[in-house]
T-cell receptor
Framework: TQLLEQSPQFLSIQEGENLTVYCNSSSVFSSLQWYRQEPGEGPVLLVTVVTGGEVKKLKRLTFQFGDARKDSSLHITAAQPGDTGLYLCAGARRGGSYIPTFGRGTSLIVHP | EPEVTQTPSHQVTQMGQEVILRCVPISNHLYFYWYRQILGQKVEFLVSFYNNEISEKSEIFDDQFSVERPDGSNFTLKIRSTKLEDSAMYFC??????WGYGYTFGSGTRLTVV
């Protein structure tokens, strides 16, 4: 089972600040997805990245897939209280089961 | 926007009892999944279901667990004899295609075994 390490585990920032969270593994992934989960709710898909080096933008969120397809980052510009939540990455290993493994997540709190 | 619906939202059961968790996936989706999340821990894969049969299952999905799609709309997870360690949030998810298409998750059922 591939391990997905997410960092930092917790992040508490003020509204307006920028932040980056990371998702790293020693395995190569065929694709990787980012989800956001709020307390008591299921994860909600934000983006899927497939190509090494790919960059995708979703409003103030920028997602990047590493060139070697082993890591990914999520950058949030000018964070808002509505961005508060648990950010999860999940990846399916190339050549293995297509069932993805989830990381433990980064818990983000944005204070007004 | 289409949703995955799960019922009940919260179930309390005594150890050793059988529970059935219900899910209505998005109607045109073809792949169905159950995941669980123990409090404070990561989301863990249980089982995937495609073309009316289990396509993959994890080590967690032992003989105490079973899944069914009885009527073409509902997708159920049955735990035959619950244990304390089965207490968790159980999420159903569905997707149109395989992993690359992304999953739509339901809001979950919080199962508490006492």
């Amino acid at each position: 089972t591939q391990l997905l390490e997410q960092s930092p585990q917790f992040l508490s920032i003020q509204e307006g600040e920028n932040l980056t969270v990371y998702c790293n593994s020693s395995s190569v992934f065929s694709s990787l997805q980012w989800y956001r989960q709020e307390p008591g709710e299921g994860p909600v898909l934000l983006v899927t990245v497939v190509t090494g080096g790919e960059v995708k933008k979703l409003k103030r969120l920028t997602f990047q897939f590493g060139d070697a397809r082993k890591d990914s980052s999520l950058h949030i510009t000018a964070a808002q209280p509505g961005d508060t939540g648990l950010y999860l990455c999940a990846g399916a290993r190339r050549g293995g089961s297509y069932i993805p493994t989830f990381g433990r997540g980064t818990s983000l709190i944005v204070h007004p | 926007e289409p949703e995955v619906t799960q019922t009940p939202s919260h179930q309390v059961t005594q150890m050793g009892q059988e529970v059935i968790l219900r899910c209505v996936p998005i109607s045109n989706h073809l792949y169905f999944y159950w995941y669980r999340q123990i409090l404070g821990q990561k989301v863990e894969f249980l089982v995937s279901f495609y073309n009316n049969e289990i396509s993959e299952k994890s080590e967690i999905f032992d003989d105490q667990f079973s899944v069914e799609r009885p009527d073409g709309s509902n997708f159920t997870l049955k735990i035959r004899s619950t244990k304390l360690e089965d207490s968790a949030m159980y999420f159903c998810a569905s997707s149109w295609g395989d992993w690359g298409y992304g999953y739509t998750f339901g809001s979950g059922t919080r199962l508490t075994v006492v």
